[in-house]
């Protein structure tokens, strides 16, 4: 469905040239799910921000069903921000958050309505946060209003990147136990970016490995993470074990 091409991309300023993506090719098929990894800086946001067209790349090419990547195409792409509050606004209740995506696809009122509980549901939010603003949610709470905003525009590529860095580890996987649900009722496919290389076990079907912009290792995502061709990727798992963290390594 996506495919992309020897993307690049350099940030130019006028002391320095960063090279953040560096010739990345990789393929994402309907209704999959590719894990997206690597250490801080590697280029993984660089990445969903070309796809989405956040960012001009410098090199390569992104085809969507084999036509060249378009403004069309993109409305078909959502991307939930590694920090929820540049994508929700702090001023609006949660019901007009999750409502004007609908709004804007001219659903009448009263189905927009119907949809938004149902997006409510199965994100696990409570009804009595409809009226609150984001302020008084908490940072899980705002990535899974961001899921159910999502969820309204029926996106055929889902990017999640980093979408519970500041949260901890149990409620990362809670989050990746709902998107499974949430594509078991639903078919699109999802772009999943992560540090924590260990919650993905079970969820990615494919992982690609990530250094300097650069792709170190590509593949099926258990053979990736039973048997890493790479130190670096080692090194990843390693960083992420949650028996380290247990014995305080
Ligand atoms: N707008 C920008 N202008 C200049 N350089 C940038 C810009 N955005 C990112 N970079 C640089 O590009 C490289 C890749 O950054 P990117 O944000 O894509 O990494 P990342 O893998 O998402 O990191 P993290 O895990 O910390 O979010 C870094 O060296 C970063 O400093
Ligand atoms: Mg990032």
């Known amino acids: 469905m996506l495919r992309v091409d020897k993307l690049s991309k350099t940030y130019c300023s006028k002391r320095s040239e960063v090279h953040a993506v560096d010739e990345v090719s990789f393929i994402i098929p309907a209704n999959d799910i590719m894990a997206l990894i690597g250490e801080s800086g590697s280029g993984k946001s660089t990445i969903a921000e070309l796809i989405v067209g956040l960012q001009q790349a410098t090199g390569g090419e992104m085809f969507w069903e084999d036509k060249k990547l378009s403004k069309h195409h993109r409305q078909q792409i959502q991307y939930i921000f590694q920090n929820p509050d540049r994508s929700l606004n702090p001023l609006w209740t949660v019901e007009q958050l999750l409502m004007e995506p609908l709004r804007i696809k001219k659903v009448p ?82 772009l999943y970016i992560t540090h924590r290389i260990q919650t993905i076990k079970d969820f990615a079907s494919k992982i690609l490995v990530l250094r300097k912009g650069q792709v170190v290792e590509q ?9 890493p061709q790479t130190e670096y990727t080692r090194q990843l ?4 074990d949650y028996r380290n963290f247990q014995k305080g390594v």
């Open 109 to 190: 009122k009263d189905e927009a309505r119907k949809i938004v509980q149902r997006n409510l549901e199965l994100v696990y939010l409570p009804d009595r946060l409809l009226s609150s603003t984001t302020r008084e949610c908490s940072g899980g709470q705002k990535q899974r209003i961001a899921i159910a905003r999502t969820l309204a525009l029926q996106p055929k590529l889902l990017i999640a990147d980093e979408i519970t860095a500041s949260l901890d580890p149990r409620t990362e996987e809670n989050m990746i136990e709902l998107l499974k649900e949430i594509k078991r009722e639903t078919k699109f496919s999802i």
């Open 237 to 240: 798992i390693q960083a992420c």
């Open 219 to 227: 593949g099926a995502a258990k053979q990736v993470l039973s048997a």
